[in-house]
């Protein structure tokens, strides 16, 4: 089992950043999966989570800026993040469904 | 959302030694299927999360049973007998049982 994100930089306050989680040595469709951000210094934050049919949970704190989303031909996971504040800089994680693997985290630093 | 409390923030331990980690949750995690969606993750310095323990007792694949949990309804523990050098780091309690998951603040394993 493998999970490989991408997509993060520095990106300006307001402004748009789509992350990806590539997913392999598993059946990625029949698992929900969830994305996890950790600011510099500080705990494990939960962000978001997509079932294997797609539905979808949100923490408030992201709720209306950010989609979590998934294509299951590509075996991706996605997470689109909208509206971005200074709050929002983190190493961001996917994991899986359990938490029983994680992938190797992207930096997203949000600032002007 | 559902708090989770865990105690001490700090540990200070020496090899060999036997500790313990608490975990109170703001509400009951039994869920209505009957599991209970408690678990237990540790972060070495530089590393992403790993499961230790899943479901409040059960060891993840790969894990010492050096590693136990405890617990039931609010109340969790997580127990190392014996803790060796690879233990350090910071450990999580999450659950799953109420939408949306949360983490505990974390604890942090030291060397005395």
């Known amino acids: 089992v493998q999970l490989v994100e991408s997509g993060g930089g520095l990106v300006q306050p307001g402004k748009s950043l789509k992350l990806s989680c590539s997913a392999s040595g598993f059946t990625f469709s029949s698992y929900g999966m969830h994305w996890i951000r950790q600011a510099p210094g500080k705990g494990l934050d939960w962000v978001a989570y997509?079932?294997?049919?797609?539905?979808?949970v949100y923490a408030d704190a992201v709720k209306g800026r950010f989609t979590i989303s998934r294509d299951n031909a590509k075996n991706t996971l996605y997470l689109q993040l909208n509206s971005l504040k200074s709050e929002d800089t983190a190493i961001y994680y996917c994991?899986?469904?359990?938490?029983?693997?994680w992938g190797q985290g992207v930096m997203v630093t949000v600032s002007s | 959302d559902v708090v989770l409390t865990q105690t001490p923030p700090t540990l200070s331990a020496t090899i060999g030694q036997s500790v313990s980690i608490s975990c109170r949750s703001s509400q009951s995690l039994l869920h209505s299927n009957g599991n209970t969606y408690l678990h237990w993750l540790l972060q070495r310095p530089g590393q992403s999360p790993q499961l230790l323990i899943y479901?409040?007792?059960r060891l993840e694949s790969g894990v010492p049973n050096r590693f136990s949990g405890s617990g039931s309804g609010t109340d969790f523990t997580l127990k190392i007998s014996g803790v060796e050098a690879e233990d350090l780091g910071v450990y999580y309690c999450v659950q799953g049982t109420h939408a949306p998951w949360t983490f505990g603040g974390g604890t942090k394993l030291e060397l005395k």
């Open positions: 994991a899986r469904k359990f938490f029983d693997y």
């Open positions: 997509i079932s294997s049919s797609s539905g979808t």
């Open positions: 479901s409040v007792s």
